[in-house]
C-alpha cells in the first residue's frame, strides 16, 4: 500500500500547498494539458463508489497554481472521484474565461444530446480508463462503438491504461473514428528504458498519424528513483516521444496528482520541460500549438 493510500473516508492530501516556483519561463499560452479539480464536496460530492478520499483540490486552488507557473491554458480531466457527473469540470470551464476547457468520463451509452451539450460547454473528449486499480471499466467495443458518435459532437476520445494493455489495445483502437490521446506516456515503467516492449509498442502506434500522447507522468512512470535522480528515467523517455512526434505530444502536471506513491513538486515539474523539450520550436508545439490545436482553444 503506498503513502499516499488511505481508508475511502479518510481524506488524503496529494499536492503541495507551496510548490517550488519553477526557473523556467514558459511561453505565452503555455497549456497544462492534464489536471483534475476535486470538490468542494459541499457542492460536487464525490463518488461513493471511490476507493479513496481525496483533500478538497477546488478551481481556485488550481488557478493560483498555473498564475504562480506561468500557465494560461488548461484541460482539465474529470476524475473518477466525482465519477460521470461532470459538473465539477463544467464549473470550472465556466469561471475560465475561455483558457480552461474540460474532458469527460461518460457512459458508452450516453444520449447525444448529452454530448452535444457537454461539446457546447467546452468538453473536448471523453476519457476511458482500462486500469485495473478503478472499477467500472468498459469494454473496448463498446468504447469503439461511442466514436462515431464523438465524431459528430467534435470530440476525441482519451484513454488510460496500464503499460501492457497497449499490445492489447492498440489494434482496436485503431479502428477509433476520431483522434485519440494516450494518457500518460501509456504508464510504460521507465526504468526498463526506451527498448522495452511496452515503449516499443507505444512508439509503433504512434506511427498512427490518428494517435497523440500526453507526455506527463515522469512522476508516475519514474516514481521510485532516489531524490537526486528523480524522473530521470521519465523524462528520457518524454524527450524521445516530443523529438520523434513533435506535432502529436501535449504535456500535463496531472495536478492534484491523485492515486501516486509521493506528492510530486508542480514547479520541478515543469522545470523538467526544458529537458523533455529542449528549444524554442519543441517547446512552443508541446505547450501551445499542438493543445491549440487538438483542443480547439479560442484566440485571446
Given at each position: 500500500?503506498?503513502?499516499l493510500?488511505?481508508?475511502?473516508?479518510?481524506?488524503?492530501?496529494?499536492?503541495?500547498?507551496?510548490?517550488?516556483?519553477p526557473?523556467?519561463?514558459l511561453?505565452p499560452q503555455?497549456?497544462?494539458?492534464h489536471?483534475?479539480?476535486l470538490?468542494?464536496?459541499?457542492r460536487?460530492?464525490?463518488?461513493?463508489?471511490?476507493?479513496?478520499?481525496?483533500?478538497?483540490?477546488?478551481?481556485?486552488t488550481l488557478?493560483?497554481?498555473?498564475?504562480q507557473?506561468?500557465?494560461?491554458?488548461?484541460?482539465?480531466v474529470?476524475?473518477?472521484?466525482?465519477?460521470?457527473?461532470?459538473?465539477?469540470?463544467?464549473?470550472a470551464i465556466?469561471?475560465?474565461?475561455?483558457?480552461y476547457?474540460?474532458?469527460?468520463?461518460?457512459d458508452?451509452?450516453?444520449?447525444?444530446?448529452?454530448?452535444?451539450?457537454l461539446a457546447?460547454v467546452?468538453f473536448?473528449?471523453?476519457r476511458?480508463?482500462?486500469?485495473?486499480?478503478?472499477?467500472?471499466?468498459?469494454?473496448?467495443?463498446?468504447?469503439?462503438?461511442?466514436?462515431?458518435?464523438?465524431?459528430a459532437?467534435?470530440?476525441h476520445?482519451?484513454?488510460?491504461?496500464?503499460?501492457?494493455?497497449?499490445?492489447?489495445?492498440s489494434?482496436?483502437?485503431?479502428?477509433?473514428?476520431v483522434?485519440?490521446?494516450?494518457?500518460?506516456?501509456?504508464r510504460v515503467?521507465?526504468?526498463?528504458?526506451a527498448?522495452?516492449?511496452?515503449?516499443?509498442?507505444?512508439?509503433?502506434?504512434?506511427?498512427?498519424s490518428?494517435?497523440?500522447?500526453?507526455?506527463?507522468?515522469i512522476?508516475?512512470?519514474?516514481?521510485?528513483?532516489?531524490p537526486?535522480?528523480?524522473?530521470?528515467?521519465g523524462?528520457?523517455?518524454?524527450?524521445?516521444?516530443v523529438?520523434?512526434?513533435?506535432?502529436?505530444?501535449?504535456?500535463?502536471?496531472?495536478?492534484p496528482?491523485?492515486?501516486?506513491t509521493?506528492?510530486?513538486d508542480?514547479g520541478?515539474?515543469?522545470?523538467?520541460?526544458?529537458e523533455i523539450?529542449?528549444?524554442?520550436?519543441?517547446l512552443?508545439h508541446l505547450l501551445?500549438?499542438?493543445?491549440?490545436?487538438?483542443?480547439?482553444?479560442e484566440?485571446?
Amino acid at each position: 500500500m503506498s503513502a499516499l493510500t488511505s481508508d475511502s473516508a479518510i481524506p488524503v492530501r496529494t499536492y503541495l500547498e507551496h510548490p517550488t516556483a519553477p526557473k523556467l519561463r514558459l511561453p505565452p499560452q503555455a497549456c497544462d494539458s492534464h489536471v483534475h479539480v476535486l470538490g468542494p464536496v459541499a457542492r460536487f460530492p464525490y463518488n461513493p463508489q471511490r476507493r479513496a478520499t481525496p483533500v478538497e483540490a477546488p478551481k481556485e486552488t488550481l488557478f493560483a497554481l498555473h498564475r504562480q507557473m506561468g500557465i494560461e491554458r488548461c484541460v482539465i480531466v474529470q476524475s473518477i472521484t466525482h465519477g460521470t457527473d461532470n459538473r465539477v469540470v463544467e464549473d470550472a470551464i465556466a469561471a475560465g474565461d475561455g483558457r480552461y476547457l474540460g474532458v469527460a468520463l461518460v457512459d458508452p451509452d450516453i444520449p447525444d444530446t448529452e454530448l452535444q451539450r457537454l461539446a457546447q460547454v467546452g468538453f473536448r473528449g471523453v476519457r476511458f480508463n482500462f486500469m485495473r486499480h478503478i472499477d467500472g471499466g468498459v469494454s473496448v467495443d463498446k468504447v469503439l462503438a461511442l466514436t462515431p458518435r464523438l465524431a459528430a459532437a467534435g470530440m476525441h476520445l482519451q484513454v488510460h491504461f496500464e503499460s501492457e494493455l497497449i499490445h492489447e489495445l492498440s489494434e482496436p483502437l485503431q479502428r477509433s473514428h476520431v483522434p485519440v490521446v494516450i494518457d500518460h506516456m501509456g504508464r510504460v515503467d521507465a526504468t526498463r528504458g526506451a527498448s522495452h516492449a511496452d515503449f516499443q509498442a507505444l512508439l509503433k502506434l504512434l506511427d498512427n498519424s490518428q494517435f497523440y500522447v500526453k507526455v506527463s507522468g515522469i512522476d508516475r512512470i519514474d516514481a521510485n528513483a532516489p531524490p537526486q535522480q528523480r524522473y530521470r528515467n521519465g523524462i528520457a523517455l518524454a524527450r524521445i516521444l516530443v523529438e520523434r512526434f513533435p506535432e502529436r505530444c501535449v504535456w500535463g502536471t496531472d495536478w492534484p496528482h491523485p492515486n501516486h506513491t509521493h506528492i510530486p513538486d508542480d514547479g520541478v515539474l515543469v522545470d523538467a520541460l526544458s529537458e523533455i523539450a529542449n528549444n524554442s520550436n519543441l517547446l512552443e508545439h508541446l505547450l501551445v500549438k499542438n493543445p491549440r490545436a487538438l483542443y480547439r482553444f479560442e484566440a485571446h
